[in-house]
């Protein structure tokens, strides 16, 4: 099993960047799927998590601002961010779980991707 993140990159604050993370290999048994993130010296925390049926969760600091979403016939999931701030400067993760419930801990997931990383200006 493979994931492979995209579209990261620099971008000014406020703006927009949408990230994808497409699923190849023995991808059958994902059920959640989600983005983490970990920015210089920090520990990786949750971002947002979605369901095979398309239920979500957030973290409080991107809620309203993100959009998590899945397109299962392609095995990919994305990360809509708008109204980007610095302090969303990271490395983004996908990863893919074999729960089916909304997972927000890294230890429940089985299968990580490599990151994107994603830089906001001031």
């Known amino acids: 099993v493979q994931l492979q993140a995209s579209g990261g990159g620099l971008v000014q604050a406020g703006g927009s960047l949408r990230l994808s993370c497409a699923a190849s290999?023995?991808?059958?048994?994902?059920?959640?799927m989600g983005w983490f993130r970990q920015a210089p010296g920090k520990e990786r925390e949750f971002v947002a998590t979605v369901t095979y049926v398309g239920s979500t969760k957030y973290a409080d600091s991107v809620k309203g601002r993100f959009t998590i979403s899945r397109d299962n016939a392609r095995n990919t999931v994305y990360l809509q961010m708008n109204s980007l701030k610095p302090e969303d400067t990271a490395g983004y993760y996908c990863?893919?779980?074999?729960?089916?419930?909304?997972?927000?801990?890294?230890?429940?997931?089985?299968?990580w991707g490599q990151g994107t990383l994603v830089t906001v200006s001031s």
């Open positions: 290999g023995r991808t059958f048994g994902f059920n959640a």
């Open positions: 990863a893919a779980s074999k729960f089916s419930s909304l997972v927000v801990r890294p230890s429940m997931y089985d299968y």
